[in-house]
């Protein structure tokens, strides 16, 4: 607020001894005075040009840095493969293609960022100024003038005598919108029974997700969790993750008098369970495992199902019950699947049957 607007203030709005009429006494100045902006200090590069200069070289060399990430970003995409997976700390097994054209891409707009603030903080002029506020609306002489000059452009153009152009600019620009809905169609393959299938089948075994090796029963300790994927599943399998994303298992072993669901009870083996391990409310792995209780917990939102009472849930935002795989042990005494989930795993969507 400007100096006058304070006087003005001041003037018609602070009490005066007599006003107030308690013998208070007045506060003669604005005790909210306006201390105005504070003395410009000036910066190394304002004083010194080789200061100036070094600025302006780190400006470039950001700018420069962007330019080639830039360029390899278009190299990446034109010469990594597709289906390359690499090792990246800590992220794992990524796809090279990915990591290549996120890496640049950040680099490149980061570079431009830091150039930009760099340059605004050293050789942009830094005196602060003060732009009183004004009124939203234009002057009746600015909004006339508008006015008058859309109607002379409507005149000019002729918009209202050609009607025929008229209608078919209307139809051009309500009609163009539509090939953005067509791209859509590019978004993918539409996912077919994707969701509603998993890699499990009658006779798969089920493997341990640590050591890849087929589990037996005796593998599963009483109030343990383990972990296991279908047999054939490999890491450096192109779609592991899309596969593990819905196959995941995790297996416990309870007491089987201590199982109250009856299916449950028929689609374990000796106490032990398969469920998903894909919590069905927004896809997060389930995997804190309480063996008192039997109660199982995801990490994301605290859902928490009952493992011995057919994965209810008994806590949290999850909608249903985890899906449960049936297994039994095969002639050489490994656990097998006996089919696939009955139900689609993870979150519910639209066209879930269960
Ligand atoms: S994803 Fe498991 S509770 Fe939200």
């Given at each position: 607020?400007s100096?006058?607007?304070h006087?003005?203030?001041?003037?018609?709005h602070?009490p005066s001894?007599?006003e107030?009429?308690?013998?208070?006494v007045?506060v003669?100045?604005?005790?909210?005075?306006?201390?105005?902006?504070?003395?410009?200090?000036?910066?190394i590069q304002d004083?010194?040009?080789?200061a100036?200069k070094?600025?302006?070289?780190v400006?470039?060399?950001?700018f420069?840095?962007?330019m080639?990430?830039?360029?390899?970003?278009?190299?990446s995409?034109v010469?990594?493969?597709v289906?390359?997976?690499?090792?990246?700390?800590?992220?794992?097994?990524?796809?090279?293609?990915?990591?290549a054209?996120?890496m640049?891409?950040g680099?490149?707009?980061?570079?431009?960022?830091?150039?930009?603030?760099?340059?605004a903080?050293?050789?942009?002029?830094?005196?602060?100024l003060?732009?009183?506020?004004?009124?939203?609306?234009?002057?009746?002489?600015?909004?006339?003038?508008?006015?008058?000059?859309?109607?002379?452009?409507?005149?000019?153009?002729?918009?209202?005598?050609r009607?025929?152009?008229r209608k078919?600019m209307?139809?051009?620009l309500?009609?163009v919108?539509?090939?953005?809905?067509v791209?859509?169609?590019?978004?993918?393959?539409?996912?077919g029974?994707?969701l509603?299938?998993?890699?499990?089948?009658?006779?798969?075994?089920?493997?341990?997700?640590?050591?890849?090796?087929?589990?037996?029963?005796?593998d599963i300790?009483?109030?343990?969790?383990?972990?296991a994927?279908?047999?054939?599943?490999e890491?450096?399998?192109?779609?592991?993750?899309q596969?593990i994303?819905?196959?995941a298992?995790?297996?416990v072993?309870?007491?089987?008098?201590?199982?109250?669901?009856?299916r449950?009870?028929?689609?374990?083996?000796?106490g032990?369970?398969a469920?998903?391990?894909?919590c069905?409310?927004v896809?997060?792995?389930?995997?804190?495992y309480?063996?008192?209780?039997?109660?199982?917990?995801?990490?994301?939102?605290q859902?928490?199902f009952?493992?011995?009472d057919?994965?209810?849930v008994?806590f949290?935002?999850?909608g249903?019950a985890?899906?449960?795989?049936?297994?039994?042990?095969n002639?050489?005494?490994?656990?097998?699947?006996?089919?696939?989930?009955e139900?689609p795993?993870g979150?519910?969507y639209?066209?879930?049957?269960?």
């Open positions: 607020m100096e006058t607007s006087e003005n203030v001041s003037e018609k602070l001894e007599q107030n009429g308690h013998g208070a007045a003669a100045d604005d005790p909210f005075a306006d201390p105005g902006l504070p003395p410009h200090e000036p910066r004083i010194d040009e080789r100036a070094r600025s302006e070289r400006v470039a060399m950001l420069t840095a962007s080639l990430a830039t360029l390899g970003f278009i190299a995409f010469l990594v493969p289906d390359k997976i690499i090792y990246v700390w800590p992220a794992g097994r990524i796809g090279a293609l990915n990591f054209l996120g640049t891409l680099v490149a707009l980061f570079c431009i960022g830091a150039g930009a603030v760099h340059w903080r050293t050789l942009m002029s830094d005196h602060e003060v732009d009183e506020r004004h009124a939203i609306s234009a002057e009746p002489d600015t909004k006339a003038k508008v006015m008058e000059d859309f109607a002379q452009g409507a005149k000019e153009s002729a918009l209202g005598r009607s025929l152009i078919t209307f139809g051009a309500a009609l919108p539509l090939s953005g809905v791209l859509l169609r590019d978004l993918g393959p539409l996912p029974d994707k509603v299938h998993t890699l499990w089948s009658k006779g798969k075994l089920l493997v341990n997700e640590n050591t890849q090796q087929p589990l037996r029963p005796e300790g009483v109030g343990s969790l383990t972990f994927m279908p047999e054939g599943l890491e450096d399998d192109e779609d592991f993750q596969q994303a819905k196959a298992l995790m297996l072993r309870l007491e089987p008098d201590d199982i109250k669901d009856k449950e009870l028929d689609w374990s083996h000796e032990i369970v469920y998903s391990k894909i069905t409310h896809g997060c792995p389930v995997s804190l309480e063996q008192q209780t039997h109660h199982v917990l995801c990490p994301c939102h859902s928490t009952d493992l011995s057919g994965a209810r008994i949290g935002p999850a249903h985890l899906p449960q795989l049936k297994i039994s042990v002639k050489d005494g490994f656990l097998e699947a006996q089919g696939d989930f139900e795993v979150p519910a639209w066209e879930r049957r269960a």
